[in-house]
């Protein structure tokens, strides 16, 4: 990574801080990106599978306006809105889901694997609920060195579920780790909906069972997931220990590339999608007087229309040199780009 | 230079790693407060407190994956998992997590963590509690494994697992805790990854062997007046091919000795390198002395005898060095099924 792209990564971040527009033009980035990702593997321009955030944009740009580039932050596979969200550039996200040599982890990773650690990205994990503990072992490292840095997993529902969910929150608990768990509810584990694999839809309550604060929050509504999220990384901070957010949200895409997500009753996408976080997001804003439609439409399209760019001249790029699958797999691993 | 045993040695490494480096820390199940169920970390709670040694819940997923979140971002974290089999609860975080960290990071993330594990048969822990395991671990790029077989190799090997910049799994036989040798200290005694240590001299026939096996080697050597040449792996990942190599070259015969089942057992593959490089040095057919495909047995004989031993080694070694041709196991040899 180049000093000037980190030095873009953190601008990006920065950008976010207290200014409903600059997130609202992320959450738009973040979807067109998407679209463009979706379309982009429909045609065969990128090979293996996807997993797309669409619908789940206030939650990546609410924790990113909440969180310092210094935190340590773990998510998923189905990650490329954290990733711009938390400030990696539409050209390094879009080249690692493309294979390139510019992309974040020089094409060797892919879309279920973005990183970038000059704003606390770890590697984005592919295993359900891998991420749990890790974040809190990044918790572990500011605890030990007295720092006041916070070690943040954001999972989906289906991770609940997975033996490394209980393990990471009673830990951290019982270490009152500086952690914040998010669960990205969006009722769906890959197919399955969430009746059918849980016996309970408000994952929030579980935190009582590991003795620390669970709270519920409208992942559609960028404003809650701020208010939420500061008091939970507030609390990590001052010493208070690990706080389990759930954030209530919907994928408007299926589970991945292959998946048409038929088994959704079209009522039920159609009542989301009316909570659509762009739609959510233009009413405060305008609410708050800060723009009119117009302008916000003005943004809008301008936020696409670099997308655009940038999806054009990506595909451009080289793929990587056949010496790149050689590099960084262990420390004196030779120098190979 | 002091005399002490093996699992004394292993908790002077342990200390001396954490006063030379502040970011050294250690957990694990009873490690802190009752100072290690083999009494392996003896005296470090007391000398570096409760944030630097800690005592987990019986949840080796969460604490390895901690371990793993822990060294990605700066700490140096020793882990102990009480018995190797445990490890499959947390084969994720150490396999497909921490050991692809640099990889999917492009070199952005180290993880130096350290995987203390205890290992083998022979103490009367059953079938659930006494394998050795090394292929759960072998065959993953980024991941180091070291065997020690005496008190100065486990003081000098976990030295150096702590110092590398990369995972590594230490996997400590069992039944060499209260063994008792001369161990250096300090920088002098720590011994490098990677590296083999003819343990005795010889012509007649290269002897490889790892763990617990090294003594059973020498002591057949001994015994039955040997003219063998026995080295110790010490390291499995990545093993000292030159050294091997070097000396099958020289004495034209191979034996393996190893505490793993015929099939699948790490000396398969010192076998098939040794075989690919010098086939034209080696003056008869290569072959392993293993333990059976089957469970370790619990009753004192059955598992005395699912062991190599000392007098099988020196029968089959002899009966090869007379005859050129490769005996038969002693199951096969006794018609035993």
Not at chain 1, 111 to 135: K, N, Q, W, Y
Not at chain 1, 230 to 242: E, K
Request: glycine share 10%.
């Amino acid at each position: 990574m180049s000093a000037t792209t980190q030095a873009t990564s953190i601008d990006r971040r920065q950008a976010l801080v207290d200014d409903p527009m600059a997130q609202f033009a992320r959450m738009v980035e973040i979807r067109d990106l998407e679209e463009r990702v979706n379309v982009l593997f429909a045609s065969g321009a990128i090979h293996g599978t996807t997993h797309l955030c669409l619908g789940q944009e206030a939650l990546a740009v609410g924790l990113a306006s909440v969180l310092r580039p210094t935190d340590v932050v773990t998510a998923t596979y189905r990650g490329h809105g954290m990733a711009l969200a938390l400030g990696m550039s539409p050209e390094s996200v879009l080249g690692e889901i493309m294979g390139k040599a510019e992309g974040s982890t020089g094409g060797v990773g892919g879309s279920m694997h973005l990183c970038d650690m000059s704003v606390g990205l770890l590697p984005t994990f592919a295993i359900v609920g891998g991420g749990l503990p890790v974040a809190a072992g990044a918790a572990l490292t500011f605890q030990t060195r007295g720092e006041d840095g916070v070690g943040v997993a954001v999972v989906g529902d289906g991770a609940a579920n997975i033996g490394a969910f209980h393990e990471a929150l009673n830990l951290a608990s019982v270490w009152r780790l500086p952690a914040v768990f998010v669960i990205d509810n969006n009722s769906y584990a890959e197919y399955s909906r969430i009746n059918l694999t849980t016996p309970m839809e408000d994952l929030h309550l579980r935190a009582s069972a590991y003795g620390m604060p669970g709270v519920k929050v409208d992942g559609m509504d960028v404003d809650a997931v701020i208010a939420a999220a500061s008091d939970a990384v507030a609390r990590a901070r001052s010493g208070g220990g690990p706080t389990l957010i759930e954030a209530k949200t919907y994928r408007f895409a299926g589970h991945s590339r292959a998946d048409a997500a038929t088994y959704r009753p079209q009522e039920e996408v159609d009542e989301w999608r009316k909570r659509d976080p762009l739609i959510v997001t233009r009413r405060s804003i305008i609410a708050k007087g800060l723009a009119d439609d117009a302008a916000l439409d003005a943004l809008d399209e301008r936020v696409r229309a670099d997308v655009a760019g940038i999806v054009a001249r990506v595909q451009e790029l080289p793929g990587p040199a056949m010496a790149a699958m050689f590099g960084h797999v262990w420390h004196d691993s030779p120098s190979v780009g | 230079m002091a005399r002490m045993r093996f699992r004394q040695a292993v908790a002077a490494a342990l200390a001396d790693e954490m006063r030379a480096d502040s970011s050294v820390v250690v957990f694990g199940e009873d490690v802190a407060v009752a100072q290690g169920p083999f009494k392996t970390s003896e005296g470090l709670l007391a000398e570096f407190g409760p944030l630097r040694v800690r005592d987990t819940p019986i949840s080796e997923m969460g604490f390895t994956g901690m371990a793993v979140g822990a060294a990605a971002t700066g700490l140096r974290p020793v882990i102990e998992i009480m018995f190797m089999e445990f490890l499959g609860v947390a084969l994720d975080q150490l396999v497909t997590e921490g050991a692809k960290m640099r990889y999917l990071s492009h070199g952005q993330v180290s993880v130096p963590m350290t995987v203390r594990a205890s290992v083998g048969a022979g103490a009367g822990f059953g079938a659930q509690h006494s394998q050795t395991l090394e292929n759960w671990v072998a065959a993953t790029p980024g991941l180091r494994v070291a065997v020690p077989s005496d008190p100065q190799t486990a003081y000098g090997l976990l030295r150096s697992a702590i110092r590398d910049d990369d995972p590594t799994i230490v996997m400590e036989p069992r039944v060499l805790y209260p063994e008792r040798g001369e161990v250096v200290t300090g920088d002098e005694g720590i011994v490098p990854l990677g590296v083999a240590r003819v343990v005795r001299p010889g012509n007649a026939a290269t002897v490889v062997t790892l763990g617990q096996t090294t003594r059973v080697a020498l002591r057949a050597a001994e015994e039955a007046g040997l003219d063998i040449e026995v080295i110790d792996l010490l390291t499995l990942v990545p093993w000292d091919r030159a050294t091997v190599l070097d000396s099958v070259r020289r004495t034209g015969r191979l034996v393996v000795v190893e505490e793993a089942p015929w099939s699948g057992g790490w000396g398969e593959g010192i076998v098939s390198a040794v075989v690919s490089a010098a086939f034209g040095d080696l003056r008869a057919a290569p072959f392993r002395i293993t333990t059976p495909d089957v469970p370790v047995p619990y009753a004192k004989d059955l598992e005395t005898r699912y062991l190599p031993n000392v007098d099988e080694v020196a029968r089959q070694v002899q009966e090869f060095l007379k005859t050129d041709a490769v005996p038969a196991p002693w199951w096969v040899r006794e018609g035993v099924i």
